[in-house]
């Protein structure tokens, strides 16, 4: 059973802090890697996508992959109180981009 | 911008009825996915579909069937409606190969 694995969390972090984001998967040949945000009883949105090791930038958000650990993480610097969601980690498996979702991270951002 | 649309926000049904959710999506793309989501579990997929009139199974399909006769057009019913399949039901859609665009979410309540 392919899995990708989350904190649940909370995740708390005080407004300005970098929060940090962090999801491990099973399958070695997964090529594509995206984080989502989910706000409460809304649907999932995409933040980013990262398919190269290292890190790629966007803003405020930072994702970090490292295939070799089986390793994806999202970092959020300067975290504002909007950032307060569930971010859920999603991992492609097999082919016509079949996703994967970790059960995704509760991140809280307090003034 | 893409969009995704779902039928209905909120559906409430007996147990025992048949039940039919419908997805548009407006992109063109080849790909749409049915998942639920349930507290605790994350998001699981319960049927996609890859190309008119194609489909294949998920993770849960028991209970569920699709139905896509358009390529913009992605149909998911609950044959005989149970307890156990109130939840919040995610329609999205996609390129192969990228990411993932979700509707609004309905949450279905099965009395």
């Known amino acids: 059973q392919k899995e990708v694995e989350q904190n649940s969390g909370p995740l708390s972090v005080p407004e300005g802090a970098i929060a940090s984001l962090n999801c491990t998967y099973s399958?070695?040949?997964?090529?594509?890697f995206f984080w989502y945000r989910q706000y409460s009883g809304k649907s999932p949105e995409l933040i980013m996508f990262?398919?190269?090791?290292g890190d790629k930038e966007d803003g405020r958000f930072t994702a970090q992959l490292n295939k070799a650990s089986q390793y994806v993480s999202l970092l959020i610097r300067d975290s504002q109180p909007s950032d307060s969601a569930t971010y859920l980690c999603?991992?492609?498996?097999?082919?016509?981009?079949?996703?994967?979702f970790g059960a995704g991270t509760r991140l809280a951002v307090h003034p | 911008d893409v969009k995704v649309t779902q039928s209905s926000r909120y559906l409430v049904k007996r147990t025992g009825e048949k039940v039919f959710l419908e997805c548009v999506q407006d992109m063109d793309h080849e790909n749409m996915f049915w998942y639920r989501q349930d507290p605790g579990l994350g998001l699981r997929l319960i049927y996609f579909?890859?190309?008119?009139?194609?489909?294949e199974k998920g993770d849960i399909p028991e209970g569920y069937s699709v139905s896509r006769e358009k390529k913009e057009r992605f149909s998911l019913i609950l044959e005989s409606a149970s307890t156990n399949q109130t939840s919040m039901y995610l329609c999205?859609?996609?390129?192969?190969?990228?990411?993932?665009?979700f509707g609004p979410g309905t949450r279905l309540t099965v009395l």
């Open positions: 999205a859609s996609s390129f192969p190969y990228n990411e993932q665009f």
């Open positions: 399958d070695r040949g997964s090529q594509s």
């Open positions: 579909s890859y190309d008119v009139k194609m489909k």
């Open positions: 999603a991992v492609n498996s097999g082919g016509y981009n079949k996703l994967i």
């Open positions: 990262i398919y190269s090791n």
